[in-house]
C-alpha cells in the first residue's frame, strides 16, 4: 500500500472525538474506585452507629472539605496528565492548596495550644493505623484510575501515576473520613497528608512500566 492511499484511507475513518472525553472517563474510574473503596470500608470496619449525630457536626464537614477539594484539583490534574504537553504549573498549585491550606491551620492550633497538649493532637488515638487504613481504601481507586490513564495518552509517565494516586489518595481518604473518629486539624495534617503521599508515590512507582507505550 502507497503512503497516500494509506493516508486517505486513515483519513475516511476519522469521526468527531467527544471534548469531555478525558473527564468522562476519568469520572467513571473514580466512580468505580468510590464503590470499591466504600464496600472494603463497610467489609473491613462496618458502619458507625453514631453516624445520624456525627454528620450533625461542623467538623465532620470540615474534615470531608480536605480529600473534596483534593480530589476536585488532582481530577483537573489527572486531565492534564493525560493529555501530551498540556501545561501543568497551575495544576500543581491547586493540588498543592488545599495541603497548605490545612496545614497553615493546624500550625495556627498547635501554637494556641498549651505545650504539653500538642503531641496529643498529632497523634490522636490512632494515628498507628490511620495512614495504613486510607492507603489500602485508595486502592480500589487507584486501580481504576491507572485503567483510565491507560487509555489516554500521558507521556510524563511518573507524573501521570503521581497524579493518579494523588487522586486516588484523596479518594480513599474521602471514604476513610465516614470511618474515622479523628477530629483534630493537627492530626489531619500529618497523617492524612501522609497517606495521600504514600498513594501518589505509590502511582508513581508504578507508572512508568504499567502506563508506557
Do not use: C
Amino acid at each position: 500500500m502507497k503512503t497516500r492511499e494509506l493516508i486517505v484511507r486513515l483519513a475516511g475513518d476519522m469521526s468527531p472525538v467527544d471534548r469531555n472525553a478525558v473527564p468522562k472517563l476519568l469520572n467513571r474510574a473514580l466512580m468505580t474506585g468510590l464503590a470499591g473503596g466504600t464496600g472494603l470500608l463497610v467489609a473491613l470496619y462496618g458502619i458507625r452507629s453514631d453516624m445520624p449525630e456525627l454528620i450533625l457536626t461542623s467538623m465532620f464537614w470540615a474534615r470531608l472539605a480536605f480529600p473534596l477539594a483534593t480530589i476536585l484539583t488532582a481530577m483537573k490534574l489527572s486531565e492534564r496528565l493525560g493529555r501530551p504537553g498540556a501545561p501543568l504549573k497551575l495544576a500543581w498549585i491547586a493540588v498543592a492548596l488545599p495541603i497548605i491550606s490545612m496545614s497553615l491551620v493546624a500550625l495556627g492550633i498547635l501554637l494556641a495550644t498549651p505545650p504539653g497538649y500538642r503531641l496529643q493532637l498529632v497523634l490522636g488515638t490512632t494515628w498507628r493505623n490511620t495512614t495504613a487504613s486510607v492507603v489500602l481504601l485508595s486502592l480500589p481507586s487507584l486501580a481504576a484510575m491507572m485503567h483510565a490513564m491507560r487509555r489516554l495518552a500521558p507521556t510524563r509517565l511518573a507524573l501521570a501515576g503521581a497524579g493518579s494516586g494523588l487522586l486516588a489518595g484523596a479518594q480513599g481518604l474521602l471514604v476513610y473520613s465516614l470511618y474515622s473518629p479523628e477530629m483534630a486539624v493537627p492530626f489531619w495534617s500529618v497523617w492524612y497528608v501522609l497517606a495521600v503521599a504514600i498513594t501518589a508515590g505509590i502511582g508513581a512507582s508504578i507508572a512508568p512500566w504499567y502506563l508506557r507505550w
